[in-house]
């Protein structure tokens, strides 16, 4: 049986799910991944037409025509109107997927204060403010949420301080919600991936020739000898909420091609 037939078999379809970053990358492939499992989404990002690109594509798996919730989620407003309107659309919350998030360069010397807040608002406070509007849905379904973290949460690399600081917040934030919740039947999990194939590095600041020598780079620093794709991320993903993974909560799962467990040699 393919993994895909498992986990529909098990329990997506027609799950309601809010997936934020849902325009671009992980977000994006997440989306389209639960579609095809038969879920019924939620989807927010900032750039419409990407949203929107996104949501074609979801419909060309046949899936229920997405509900769009464009918007900054480091907006209070914003992120309250995303559960009104899918509570007010689907009536029911089923799963969480924690995905927007932005990477900043920069170390203790060299960044200011102004772009550790701008990291911790969104990859942070939004996920806390979000997540804690969604509980109580969440606890009436006896759903799950997955957080989109990062092996820097994990180990440590000089040069992405906020960013580092920002998803080791997440690992935590993610072991503490799930030990929280757990008597309510509602999972919390992480997913870390290593270096995907997205535009974060690039909106980061990574030009094209960067970019490039930083993906070569990755047959040396993921075991497995290459950067990840996002459907390889998106299918942990699928697999940590649905009930395929009923009896695992409150891990922070590497997708990394083993680059957690490396060591300089
Ligand atoms: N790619 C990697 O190598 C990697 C590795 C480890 C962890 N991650 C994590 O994976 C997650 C997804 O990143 P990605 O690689 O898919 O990057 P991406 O392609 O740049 O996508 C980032 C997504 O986050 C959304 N976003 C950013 N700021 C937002 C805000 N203020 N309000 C609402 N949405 C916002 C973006 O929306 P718009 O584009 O519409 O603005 C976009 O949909 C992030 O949490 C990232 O830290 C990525």
Known sequence: MAAEDAL?????????????????GIGAATS???????????????????????AQQCGECGAVEPLLVPGDLTDEEMVKMLVEQTISRYGRL????????????????????????????????????LTQLCVPHLIQTKGSIVNVSS????????????????KSAIDQFTRCTALELASKQVRVNSVCPGVI???????????????????????????????????????????LASDAASFITGINMPIDGGRHAMCPR
Not at 100 to 124: F, H, W
Not at 213 to 226: D, I, P, V
């Open 197 to 239: 194939i997205t535009e974060v590095h690039r909106r980061a600041g990574l030009d094209e020739e960067q970019y490039a020598k930083f993906l070569e780079r990755c047959k040396e620093t993921h075991a497995l000898g290459r950067p990840g794709k996002v459907e390889e991320v998106a299918s942990a993903i699928a697999f």
């Open 32 to 54: 389209v991944l639960f579609a095809k499992l038969g879920a019924r989404l939620v989807l927010n990002g900032r750039d419409l037409g990407s949203l929107t690109n996104t």
């Open 8 to 24: 529909r078999i098990s329990s997506l379809r027609d799950k309601v799910a809010i997936v934020t970053g849902a325009s671009s």
């Open 151 to 166: 092996v820097n949460g994990q180990r440590s690399f000089p040069g992405v301080l906020a960013y580092c600081m920002s």
């Open 94 to 129: 089923d799963v969480l997927v924690n995905s927007a998030g932005i990477l900043t360069m920069g170390s203790i010397e060299t960044t200011d204060l102004a772009q550790y807040d701008k990291v911790m608002n969104i990859n942070v406070r939004s996920v806390y403010h």
